[in-house]
Each structure stands twice: as structure tokens, then as C-alpha cells.
């Protein structure tokens, strides 16, 4: 069984701070994903990796596979209220047919 | 995630009652996903179906649960006997092939509550 284990699972910051939400498995992922979810609304796709080492950004998220495709991580700098809700990475199961999901990062951003 | 239509979004049983949670895909997508989520836990996999197909359901229940995606209509997952357990959020996702690692939609879930 794969396992993703994310960390840490809460996180209270200050409007400005960066902070960075890892990722991490003992299993080889074809890709990983990172979603965003607020409460009561579905979970929403970030952004999608698939090369060891790759790094992706999305304005003001940074995010990195692992090298050798098992752990990742989602940085924000300068974290905003608008930053708020719970994230997700999830793991492509080689086969495909479906996404191991880690247990969730809840960040919340006071202004 | 504009697009996959999930109802009811609440939903409220009682026990022993049988409760039946639609997903219309997004327009053109073909391979369906239901997914399930405990309050402040992440999602676990239930079951993959494509058109008329069942395509991996490691994890369903083998007991009261049952999914299907017929040729025409949504996707239903459907819970027999419905337990105080099966309280939870059930999230449908759909994507134009197969493989989640090609960008997958997920819908708004319903919230299912037995009481």
C-alpha cells in the first residue's frame, strides 16, 4: 500500500511569512499532485509533477519532486488570508487508475 | 473543477435507509472517480469506472456499497443499509482518459450524514 505522509497537518502563520508543507513516502510515485481545498467545495488542482528534481511555480508557490519521486514540497512566500484552506498532494499509482492522497496540510494565514 | 455536477450536496439519511449520490462528468470525459473524505483527513479511493465498466474498486467496501457509469446518465455510488460509519464526504472526479496523472476535475462532493 502506498502512503503519503504529510507535514505538518496544521499550520497557523502570519499574513507576510513564508512557509514550506512537505510531502514525503517510502514509494515511487509516476507523479504527484498538489490540490487546495476550502471548506465545503472540492478539492482543486495546484499543479502536477512528474520528473525527479522538477520544480514548478505558481506565483507565489514554488513546488519540488523529489529527485527520486517520492517526497515533495510546496513552499509560499509571503503567504496572504487568501492562502487559506487545506492542502493536498496526491500520488499517481503508477497503474493509474487512481490518487494515493496524503492526510492534508490546514494552513490558515491571520492578517 | 468548474464542471463535474455532484447532488444531492447534503444529504441526510437514516439508518438502515439507502442513499444514492449522482456525479455528471465534465462534458466528454469518459473515466469517472469517487473518492471518499473523513472530516479533517485527506481522500481515501473507492472506486474507477469507465463507460459501463468497472475498472478498479480496491476501494469500495465489499459489502453495501456499489457504484456504476452507465452508457447514458451520471455515475451513481450508491450505499445500502446506510451505518452512522458512512457519515462522510464523497467526492466525484472525472478526466477525458485514463490515468489520474492527466488532470483530473473533482466536483463539490455530498455530504452525506446519517443520523
Known amino acids: 500500500t502506498q502512503l503519503l505522509e504529510q507535514s505538518p497537518q496544521f499550520l497557523s502563520i502570519q499574513e507576510g511569512e513564508n512557509l514550506t508543507v512537505y510531502c514525503n513516502s517510502s514509494s515511487v510515485f509516476s507523479s504527484l499532485q498538489w490540490y487546495r481545498q476550502e471548506p465545503g467545495e472540492g478539492p482543486v488542482l495546484l499543479v502536477t509533477?512528474?520528473?525527479?528534481?522538477e520544480v514548478k511555480k505558481l506565483k507565489r508557490l514554488t513546488f519540488q519532486f523529489g529527485d527520486a519521486r517520492k517526497d515533495s514540497s510546496l513552499h509560499i512566500t509571503a503567504a496572504q488570508p487568501g492562502d487559506t484552506g487545506l492542502y493536498l498532494c496526491?500520488?499517481?499509482?503508477?497503474?493509474?487508475?487512481?490518487?494515493?492522497f496524503g492526510g492534508g496540510t490546514r494552513l490558515m494565514v491571520k492578517p | 473543477n468548474a464542471g463535474v455536477m455532484q447532488n444531492p450536496r447534503h444529504l441526510v439519511r437514516r439508518r438502515g435507509q439507502e442513499a444514492r449520490l449522482r456525479c455528471s462528468p465534465v462534458?466528454?470525459?469518459?473515466?469517472v472517480y469517487w473518492y471518499r473524505q473523513l472530516p479533517e483527513e485527506g481522500l481515501k479511493f473507492m472506486v474507477y469506472l469507465q463507460k459501463e465498466n468497472i475498472i478498479d474498486e480496491s476501494g469500495m467496501p465489499k459489502e453495501r456499497f456499489s457504484a456504476e457509469f452507465p452508457k447514458e446518465g451520471p455515475s451513481i455510488l450508491r450505499i445500502q443499509q446506510v451505518v452512522r460509519g458512512d457519515s462522510a464526504a464523497y467526492f466525484c472526479?472525472?478526466?477525458?482518459?485514463?490515468?489520474?496523472?492527466?488532470?483530473?476535475?473533482f466536483g463539490q462532493g455530498t455530504r452525506l450524514t446519517v443520523v
Open positions: 509533477v512528474v520528473t525527479g528534481g
Open positions: 462534458k466528454g470525459h469518459s473515466h
Open positions: 472526479a472525472s478526466s477525458p482518459m485514463g490515468g489520474m496523472n492527466t488532470e483530473a476535475f
Open positions: 496526491a500520488g499517481d499509482n503508477n497503474a493509474g487508475n487512481m490518487l494515493t
